[in-house]
């Protein structure tokens, strides 16, 4: 019985059935807050970064605050520890520390940014998440500061931290005022 039902429907309707469940929509727009379940993936995600650039508008250096010494790029190292990343950077003249506590909860927003009628639509998607962090080194902080980490890349409709290829840390608060990004290493 169930058997002829199942093929009936695949005769009356067979796209919507056969549809990929990963697939996106051309115009796709979404976003959603919700508990982390993957953090270790995140955390090593995060891990892939080999190297921190410190971004700067056109005022340069003059505009960073909360770094002493700042430099373009930092060697990144890290390690991870159940909702805790350390990440070590390393400059040619400064170096220091800063340990983000990762939150319990994440927002995952994903948009087609070229909407178009066609047979693959690449998801554009990033994940924010409102971290704590202390710095030490070139980064000291007189206390726990807050920032935002964001892992982004492209992909399907399916979440996957594999598909996650770049990262951006912003501070943006009282004694501290940077961005740091990259890529993220394969």
Known sequence: MIRIAVIAALTVCPAPLLACACCADPGHRSEITMAVDNLDELAASIGRARIANLYTSACGFDCVQGVTNPEDSYVVTHSADGNTISLTLTGEESSGALTLTLPAVVTLTKADL???PGPTTVLYTEYFMDVSIAGSGAFATPHIIPGQLILS?????CTDPSMISHWS??????????TLFGALSE
């Open 114 to 116: 070229l909407p178009e």
């Open 169 to 178: 840390l912003l501070v943006a608060t009282g004694p501290a005022n940077y």
């Open 153 to 157: 890349g492209r992909g399907n409709h």
